[in-house]
């Protein structure tokens, strides 16, 4: 067990409809990140908050945000779903986010189909 | 820009086998290294990582050396067993961002 906590495990849904995915990262963490494990397109970097500000930007879709609460939880929002937006989002949490050598810690995953 | 390169899976072996998974990165500045795993069903563990030249990390029996000359940091374990089974993902962090770029991912097989 990671300590990073992701709800809900499982998400299905139908195209167009939005939803919101949730993280909590490990006590003591202050940064996210979101990441999308997908078939075709592996594990991809979405997007890094560190304490509550927006830190990094990766591929992230202009229907996807996201944003980090002052308890440090995090939420991503998915809108206007698309069948290509069936993946697994994982969600890691840092103790700092700012360097290099820090690990990230994976939580379980959400895995969101899209009918 | 950086990126990471795994050999192509799946690896099949039979247990108390010799396993390697090569991984090579192309990257700008000094990038951390690491290798996770993913089980089945599951999310990813932090299986080893290395954060400059020449480190090695290791654990649970599993060994990977940081090689700079090389850019590789292939993954090793002497005695491979049934409950290895699983995808190994390599990653290098970017220097700039701190986000993980992953390789493709190795899938393991390991028969009794």
């Known amino acids: 067990d990671s300590g990073v906590t992701q709800t809900p495990k499982h998400l299905i849904t139908a195209t167009g409809q939005r939803v919101t995915l949730r993280c909590s990262p490990r006590?003591?963490?202050?940064?996210v990140y979101w990441y999308q494990q997908s078939l075709d397109q592996g594990l991809q970097f979405l997007i890094q908050y560190y304490n509550g500000e927006e830190r990094a930007k990766g591929n992230i879709l202009e229907r996807f945000s996201a944003q980090q609460f002052p308890d440090l939880h995090s939420e991503l929002n998915l809108s206007s779903l698309e069948l290509g937006d069936s993946a697994l989002y994982f969600c890691?949490?840092?103790?700092?986010?700012?360097?290099?050598?820090?690990?990230?810690?994976f939580g379980p995953g959400t895995r969101l189909t899209v009918l | 820009g950086n990126s990471v390169t795994q050999m192509e899976g799946p690896v099949t072996l039979s247990e108390e086998a010799f396993l390697t998974i090569n991984c090579t990165y192309t990257a700008t500045g000094y990038p951390s290294l690491f290798w996770y795993v993913q089980y089945p069903g599951e999310g990813l563990q932090l299986l080893l990582k290395?954060?400059?030249?020449?480190d090695k990390g290791s654990n649970k029996g599993f060994e990977a050396t940081y090689r700079k000359e090389t850019t590789s940091f292939h993954l090793e374990k002497g005695s491979v067993q049934v409950s290895d089974s699983a995808v190994y993902f390599c990653?290098?962090?970017?220097?700039?961002?701190?986000?993980?770029?992953f390789g493709s991912g190795t899938r393991l097989l390991v028969r009794p």
């Open positions: 990653a290098l962090s970017d220097s700039s961002s701190y986000k993980l770029i």
């Open positions: 890691a949490s840092s103790v700092l986010g700012s360097r290099s050598t820090d690990t990230q810690y």
């Open positions: 006590s003591g963490d202050l940064s």
């Open positions: 290395a954060t400059k030249a020449d």
